[in-house]
Structure formats: structure tokens, C-alpha cells
């Protein structure tokens, strides 16, 4: 399998059926917990930019000569949108001194959002959606992370500030 092969479909998770973008998703989650526990938020975040850029290039590289412009075996993006939307949860562990796995509802609630932003493609999200480009394959993903992000921010405000738990 080229390179560009490997980081688009994130080493062959793209492959998976049915639904590639959840199993891209789900297979984001063990490697984010694996870039915070050794850097912390710091490494997340710069890992998360660093995979968007990776990824844009290998999208440009694997949809090249297609028709279609945004192949479902393609879940770079799904990581780098899945990344994002757990940075909250790495930041609140950083700064609490806490596992994030402490954190686990936050994981839950930024798995679930995202996936849905991802699915439903509201408002931006869709719209980048709409450029049929490479860039657009990863920006609708990174739009629906920062949606998700803030949906569990306000969870955390919510279930910390508001219930004191």
C-alpha cells in the first residue's frame, strides 16, 4: 500500500465496513489518549494540526484522476475532526492534574457529537462539505471537531459548574 494510502484510510481503518468514517473515529480515540499521556494537551493539539496537514496532502495524492472527490475509505479526516473535538477533555485533564481517562463522559459526549456534525453536516460544516476539493474532505471534519468541542465544553460547564460534580 503507498504512503499516501496508509495515512488517508489511517492505516487501513478506512477499509472497514460498514460505516468507515465511525470505525476512523473510533480508532482516533486510543491513539489521542496514547499523544496525551505523553505530552499532554500540547502534543494532542500539535498532533492534530500536524495530521491535517498530512492529511490534506494525502487526499490530494489519493483523489487525484477520481470522481469522486471524497471516497468514503478516506478517515484522515474523521481523525483529525476526532482529535479536535477531544482537545476540551485533554485541557481539563492537563490543567486538573487528572487521567484523562477520568474524563470518560467527555470522551463519550465528543465521540457522539462528532459523529453526529459529521453525519448531519449542519450549517459550515456542510458547506465545506460542498467544495468537492481535498481541502474541503478535511475541513468539514475539522468544523465538525469544533463543533463538537464546544458541545463538550458546555457538557463540562454543565456537569462541573452548573451540578458541582
Do not use: C, N, Y
Amino acid at each position: 500500500m503507498p504512503p499516501t494510502r496508509v495515512i488517508a484510510t489511517f492505516f487501513g481503518v478506512g477499509l472497514l465496513r460498514p460505516g468507515p468514517g465511525t470505525w476512523g473515529s473510533m480508532a482516533a480515540l486510543p491513539v489521542a489518549w496514547a499523544l496525551h499521556v505523553l505530552g499532554g494537551f500540547a502534543l494532542l493539539a500539535l498532533a492534530t494540526v500536524l495530521v491535517f496537514l498530512i492529511g490534506w496532502w494525502a487526499t490530494v495524492q489519493e483523489t487525484r484522476g477520481l470522481d469522486d472527490p471524497d471516497p468514503s475509505e478516506i478517515v484522515i479526516d474523521e481523525v483529525a475532526g476526532m482529535w479536535l473535538a477531544l482537545w476540551p477533555v485533554s485541557l481539563g485533564a492537563s490543567l486538573q492534574g487528572v487521567a484523562i481517562t477520568a474524563l470518560w463522559p467527555g470522551w463519550l459526549v465528543a465521540f457522539l457529537a462528532f459523529r453526529a456534525f459529521d453525519i448531519w453536516k449542519p450549517g459550515p460544516v456542510g458547506l465545506a462539505d460542498r467544495m468537492h476539493t481535498p481541502l474541503g474532505v478535511m475541513l468539514d471534519d475539522i468544523i465538525a471537531g469544533a463543533l463538537a468541542a464546544m458541545v463538550v465544553a458546555v457538557f463540562a460547564v454543565f456537569a462541573h459548574g452548573v451540578m458541582g460534580v
